[in-house]
């Protein structure tokens, strides 16, 4: 349960950040908006990881023997890349937030590493339908939460909040661990 709430707190990063810029860009407290916003980014990362899961799932025979090694590798690849983005000067898109297309591809984008850790989950042993709904439960609500959060604090404070904070590099460096951990585990099981 703690591990789900972290990956869950990991992902979330991303929705928390782009809805602090969607607030920002809106500059006023819509909730119908807000809510939009913050639906969709919980519905997207509640699902991704299930899609994942189904791709590895799929392959699970092909890739059993090293499932460790490839969620090790995914959670760290995502984690490093956030970790990076955390510290990088990358130039903020403009998008507008009130376009549904909009909303849709900010779902998408923020979404893709939830698709990576339902690989990881395939190749850590949860192997049925069942034991993806506890996370995928967490990571959606979380998600809502923290867009909810970061929509209400870009419209407060704007993007003074997203430099000081840094969610991406506490995301990233959660993940890593995460990652960290399972081969850790993995490899003590050989010893």
Not at 28 to 39: F, G
Not at 129 to 138: A, D, E, H, T, Y
């Amino acid at each position: 349960m703690l591990e789900d709430l972290l990956i869950a707190l990991a992902l979330a990063m991303d929705c928390f950040a782009v809805s602090v810029v969607c607030g920002v860009t809106v500059r006023s407290l819509r909730v119908s908006l807000m809510l939009r916003i913050a639906i969709l980014f919980g519905v997207f990362q509640a699902l991704m990881p299930l899609a994942g899961w189904g791709l590895a799932s799929s392959l699970s025979s092909y890739i059993a023997a090293v499932d460790h090694w490839v969620a090790f590798g995914m959670l760290c690849f995502i984690g490093g890349k956030m970790i990076a983005d955390a510290f990088g000067e990358g130039e903020e898109k403009s998008v507008d937030p009130e376009k549904p297309a909009a909303r849709i591809a900010l779902a998408v984008a923020t979404s893709i590493d939830a698709l990576a850790v339902g690989i990881s989950y395939a190749c850590t042993g949860r192997n049925t339908l069942l034991s993806l709904v506890q996370p995928m439960c967490i990571i959606g609500l979380v998600s809502f939460i923290m867009s909810v959060s970061g929509f209400c604090l870009g419209v407060r404070f704007g993007e003074t909040v997203v430099k000081k904070v840094r969610p991406e590099l506490l995301g990233g460096v959660i993940l890593v661990c995460i990652g960290v951990k399972i081969l850790l585990g993995h490899l003590s099981e050989l010893a």
